[in-house]
């Protein structure tokens, strides 16, 4: 293409922006938040009890205690989670919460009762580190970052986490002491750890340091937006087969199920973690709310249940996909600039997000733009530690909660962006 060619393609871009400014949008694909159709497909959940407030051992679930949660539902989030119900602990509403009491408690206190606590091990002469594979989950990034953990990008493939890179960085340094990890439709590129990453994620126990944890986020297990979904391997099942069980923390929850702000979270590890857990937990609460424990396994009452439930979610989710998927074919696919395609993305299978990569160096500015024209968008670099993308090039796209005439207009928006953002440099 020629210069003036370039040149007038660019004012024609420019000239569209400028129309698309007028009109005052304010769309927003920042976060993967429910749609309130989704929510309300557990508005059942309100009244459900009906007065009867008792749990399968006779347990009142008004009253205080209950530190690992209703009987009923230990044994629900042990079938969730692929663990047996000695090893599973029942919270609150926020698996983040959990998270967090897992990492700060470990810094604090130590992983059990007869460990040393991690900053004690890093002493005066070093920093306790996680890896952590990159593109992540930003939330992950920021408990560390709170704590003053040094964080270690790991590169990610199709399968997973570059398993050659963290043996060898576990190998080289014994205060590495955890790696987060989103196994399945990783947040936000939406891999699904093979068979053969989730076997060396179970044996890292025999490489690392002392008190190493992987924390197995694995929020997105049900939520598939395919007919015949990809399995993950059972990371609880292979570590207690190698000896190394105490190393994984898996984490799980219904926030995306039923109510996104009051579902319940669940825990599983070790029967020894989860009882040095709960005890550092005793001095923080007297007792989750089993109440809400109690509704939501009076309204899920199985893993059928629950599966059909996530059905009608796929049914409300998949269109929304589907549409940011075709914007970008139509309006990118096979356009290219310098000999570079102007973007790739993924197509997940599940989860809740399309990851977009631009050319290198041009992440900040489409994001600028968008959110001049209207459209907001996870803050570039967000998806990295320190939110330093070392190519200026994912943009997290989360199409869950806006409707489909919002990301029709987000989506036009953003291809144009892209196409003004390659052209201008």
């Known amino acids: 293409m020629s210069s003036n060619d370039l040149q007038a393609q660019q004012q024609n871009l420019l000239n569209r922006y400028e129309q698309i400014k007028a009109k005052k949008l304010n769309l927003d694909l920042t976060r993967g938040k429910p749609a309130t159709a989704q929510l309300a497909l557990s508005d059942a959940l309100d009244g459900i009890l009906q007065g009867n407030y008792a749990s399968a051992?006779?347990?009142?679930?008004?009253?205080?205690?209950?530190?690992?949660?209703?009987?009923?539902?230990?044994q629900?989030?042990?079938?969730?989670?692929?663990?047996?119900?000695?090893?599973?602990?029942?919270?609150?509403?926020?698996?983040?919460?959990l998270?967090?009491?897992?990492?700060?408690?470990?810094?604090?206190?130590?992983?059990?009762?007869?460990?040393?606590?991690?900053?004690?091990?890093?002493?005066?002469?070093?920093?306790?580190?996680?890896?952590?594979?990159?593109?992540?989950?930003?939330?992950?990034?920021?408990?560390?970052?709170?704590?003053?953990?040094?964080?270690?990008?790991?590169?990610?493939?199709?399968?997973?986490?570059?398993?050659?890179?963290?043996?060898?960085?576990?190998?080289?340094?014994?205060?590495?002491?955890?790696?987060?990890?989103?196994?399945?439709?990783?947040?936000?590129?939406?891999?699904?750890?093979?068979?053969?990453?989730?076997?060396?994620?179970?044996?890292?126990?025999?490489?690392?340091?002392?008190?190493?944890?992987?924390?197995?986020?694995?929020?997105?297990?049900?939520h598939h937006l395919v007919e015949n979904p990809p399995e993950l391997a059972n990371l609880l099942a292979l570590s207690e087969q190698y000896g190394t069980l105490d190393n994984a923390v898996v984490i799980g929850s219904t926030s995306?199920?039923?109510?996104?702000?009051?579902?319940?979270?669940?825990?599983?590890?070790?029967?020894?973690?989860?009882?040095?857990?709960?005890?550092?937990?005793?001095?923080?609460?007297?007792?989750?709310?089993?109440?809400?424990?109690?509704r939501h396994m009076r309204f899920l009452k199985d893993m059928p249940t629950l599966r059909a439930l996530m059905q009608a979610h796929r049914e409300i989710l998949q269109p929304k996909f589907e549409l940011v998927l075709k914007h970008l074919e139509e309006g990118l696919a096979g356009k290219t600039h310098n000999g570079q395609p102007l973007g790739t993305w993924t197509r997940p299978a599940g989860?809740?997000?399309?990851?977009?990569?631009?050319?290198?160096?041009?992440?900040?500015?489409?994001?600028?733009?968008?959110?001049?024209?209207?459209?907001?968008?996870t803050p570039a670099g967000s998806t990295w530690p320190y939110k330093k993308d070392p190519a200026n090039s994912n943009i997290r796209l989360a199409p869950s909660f806006p409707s489909?005439?919002?990301?029709?207009?987000?989506?036009?928006?953003?291809?144009l962006c892209v196409e003004l953002a390659t052209l201008d440099q």
Request: aromatic share 10%; charged share 20%; hydrophobic share 45%.
């Open 76 to 97: 629900f989030a042990a079938d969730y989670l692929g663990a047996k119900p000695s090893q599973v602990l029942v919270g609150g509403n926020s698996s983040l919460q």
């Open 404 to 415: 489909l005439s919002e990301i029709d207009e987000a989506m036009q928006v953003f291809v």
């Open 256 to 294: 995306k199920i039923t109510f996104a702000g009051a579902g319940i979270s669940f825990m599983a590890s070790s029967e020894s973690n989860i009882a040095g857990f709960v005890d550092l937990l005793g001095i923080a609460t007297i007792g989750p709310d089993k109440v809400n424990q109690l």
């Open 99 to 222: 998270m967090y009491q897992v990492v700060t408690n470990a810094y604090f206190h130590g992983v059990n009762a007869g460990a040393m606590a991690w900053k004690e091990e890093a002493g005066t002469a070093g920093k306790i580190k996680f890896l952590c594979p990159s593109p992540g989950y930003d939330r992950h990034f920021s408990i560390c970052e709170t704590l003053g953990i040094d964080m270690i990008p790991v590169s990610m493939d199709a399968d997973g986490p570059d398993m050659d890179q963290v043996e060898s960085l576990l190998r080289a340094d014994p205060l590495i002491k955890g790696i987060w990890c989103v196994p399945k439709y990783a947040n936000p590129n939406g891999v699904v750890y093979s068979d053969e990453v989730v076997d060396r994620f179970a044996r890292l126990g025999k490489i690392a340091g002392p008190n190493f944890r992987i924390i197995w986020d694995n929020a997105y297990a049900e």
């Open 351 to 377: 989860g809740y997000f399309v990851l977009f990569d631009t050319q290198p160096g041009l992440a900040d500015k489409v994001v600028k733009l968008c959110a001049g024209a209207g459209v907001k968008l």
């Open 57 to 74: 051992d006779g347990t009142d679930a008004r009253n205080y205690g209950g530190a690992l949660g209703l009987p009923e539902a230990r």
